[in-house]
């Protein structure tokens, strides 16, 4: 499985982009890249996936670099609530489990 | 809709006693994992099965641990002889297996603390 490296922690101020970036640099071919993100005392909650594309959801867009080798994570305008360690996994779609590394702690503040 | 369900919510116990966590996955779900996850660090994957069979257990860190899921649905991880580092949060999630099964539903996790 790819390596991941994520800055430990970053600061947001509520209502603006929160932007989180990823480097994958050794991801393969078959394997997407996965965010998550855990919010305190919560499990973990599944954010978003994409491949090659951009990707978009209700939650967050994903941008992912033509080579693959990083991405970001894009909260458009984040709430308190947004606080969480958000977690970059890269998976194949082979069945394989997610290997959670440490993620980045973001703390949104008023 | 029910989500997954993780009983008990917390559990302690005594050094060397023996512990067992259920998890009740989403009606459906063939995939289940289990992860236990300690202070400060993100989960640890410990096994994950594909209906009753374990499709992998590379995780679990010594013969202590061990889990079943006899009828493809609930499935119970099982703590021998508990030690103080087995102390942590343990996370059950399931998805619908197949292809395209990275989208895990998270419990909400069962605290074990091992005294």
């Known amino acids: 499985d790819a390596k991941t490296t994520q800055p430990p922690s970053m600061d947001c101020a509520e209502g603006r982009a929160a932007n989180l970036p990823c480097n994958h640099s050794?991801?393969?071919?078959?394997?997407?890249v996965y965010w998550y993100r855990q919010i305190h005392s919560q499990g973990p909650q599944y954010i978003i996936h994409?491949?090659?594309n951009n990707e978009t959801n209700e939650m967050a867009s994903l941008i992912i670099t033509e080579d693959r080798k990083s991405s970001t994570l894009i909260l458009p305008h984040a709430t308190l609530r947004d606080t969480a360690v958000y977690y970059c996994i890269p998976r194949n779609q082979a069945g394989t489990a997610l290997i959670f590394g440490k993620g980045t702690t973001l703390s949104v503040s008023s | 809709g029910a989500g997954v369900s993780q009983t008990p919510s917390n559990k302690v116990t005594e050094k060397g006693k023996y512990v067992e966590l259920r998890c009740d996955p989403i009606?459906?779900?063939?995939?289940l994992y289990w992860y236990r996850q300690s202070l400060g660090q993100g989960p640890e994957f410990l096994i994950y099965?594909?209906?009753?069979?374990?499709?992998?257990d590379s995780g679990l860190p010594n013969d202590r641990f061990f889990a079943v899921r006899p009828e493809g649905s609930v499935s119970t991880l099982k703590i021998q002889r508990t030690e103080r580092g087995d102390s942590a949060v343990y996370l059950c999630?399931?998805?619908?297996?197949?292809?395209?099964?990275?989208?895990?539903?998270f419990g909400e996790g069962s605290r074990l603390t091992v005294l």
């Open positions: 050794t991801i393969s071919g078959n394997e997407y």
């Open positions: 994409g491949l090659k």
């Open positions: 099965f594909q209906g009753t069979g374990a499709a992998d």
């Open positions: 999630a399931s998805s619908r297996g197949g292809a395209n099964t990275g989208e895990l539903f």
């Open positions: 009606s459906g779900h063939t995939a």
